[in-house]
């Protein structure tokens, strides 16, 4: 069974850092990219950031771009989304996920439970 344990949410001020962490256990996570989604109050999920853990290779999102970096340690199943530079727009609980297809919510098959990352100004 696939589990998505994510961490490292919290309360930050405007201009902070966070960085989160999504241990993933259940699968060899070979096949596609796993990767971070958000979702403010009220809006849509949107994808964030993902890597592919085998070969390393990242995606970030433009609106994030600059900002947010994603990394992994592949022998201990665990990705890194740190968030630098942060903004009360950030603000939102932020979900490990897998498969990362497209950046498309509807074609995740696993989301962890969901961290909430809050911005003050």
């Known amino acids: 069974e696939v589990q998505l344990q994510a961490s490292g949410g919290g309360v930050v001020q405007a201009g902070g850092s966070l960085r989160l962490s999504c241990v993933a256990s259940?699968?060899?996570?070979?096949?596609?990219?796993i990767g971070w989604f958000r979702q403010a109050p009220g809006k849509e999920r949107e994808g964030v950031a993902c890597?592919?853990?085998?070969?390393?290779?990242?995606y970030v999102a433009d609106s994030v771009e600059g900002r947010f970096t994603i990394s992994s340690d592949y022998a201990k199943n665990t990705v890194y989304l740190q968030m630098n530079n942060l903004n009360p727009e950030d603000t939102a609980v932020y979900y490990c996920?897998?498969?990362?297809?497209?950046?498309?919510?509807?074609?995740?098959?696993?989301w962890g439970q969901g961290t909430l990352v809050t911005v003050s100004s």
């Open positions: 259940g699968s060899s996570f070979d096949d596609h990219a």
């Open positions: 890597t592919n853990m085998r070969d390393g290779s990242t």
């Open positions: 996920a897998y498969p990362w297809i497209h950046g498309s919510p509807s074609k995740v098959k696993f």
